[in-house]
């Protein structure tokens, strides 16, 4: 059974760092798209970084210049760097895993992580 991990979440004020990690596990063989979500309350799941397994990242126009999405393939894990936190960056973030491939299935699957907690005070 593939699983994400989350790690790193937590409180920090205006201004501070977080680093947020995902770890994939599961006899997987190949994962195409690596990436962070969010979710504020009473708003809608967003993107907030994904990186492909080239190495080539998309970042929302509200993070740019702000959080670093990056990948190493041989560990299966996805980072987030986020600098420059802003109070509306709190939210419950997501790791996503899209087009999972691994020895006891055939075909892709997506998967999503359990969520961690950031929240930025002003």
């Known amino acids: 059974q593939v699983q994400l991990v989350e790690s790193g979440g937590g409180l920090v004020q205006a201004g501070g760092s977080l680093r947020l990690s995902c770890a994939a596990s599961g006899s997987i063989s190949s994962i195409n798209v690596m990436g962070w979500y969010r979710q504020a309350p009473g708003k809608q799941r967003e993107l907030v970084a994904v990186?492909?397994?080239?190495?080539?990242?998309n970042y929302a126009d509200s993070v740019k210049g702000r959080f670093t999405i990056s990948r190493d393939n041989a560990k299966n894990t996805v980072y987030l760097q986020m600098n420059s936190l802003k109070p509306e960056d709190t939210a419950v973030y997501y790791c996503?895993?899209?087009?999972?491939?691994?020895?006891?299935?055939?075909?892709?699957?997506?998967?999503w992580g359990q969520g961690t907690q950031v929240t930025v005070s002003s």
């Open positions: 990186i492909t397994s080239g190495g080539i990242p």
């Open positions: 996503n895993a899209e087009g999972v491939t691994a020895g006891y299935y055939s075909g892709y699957k997506n998967y």
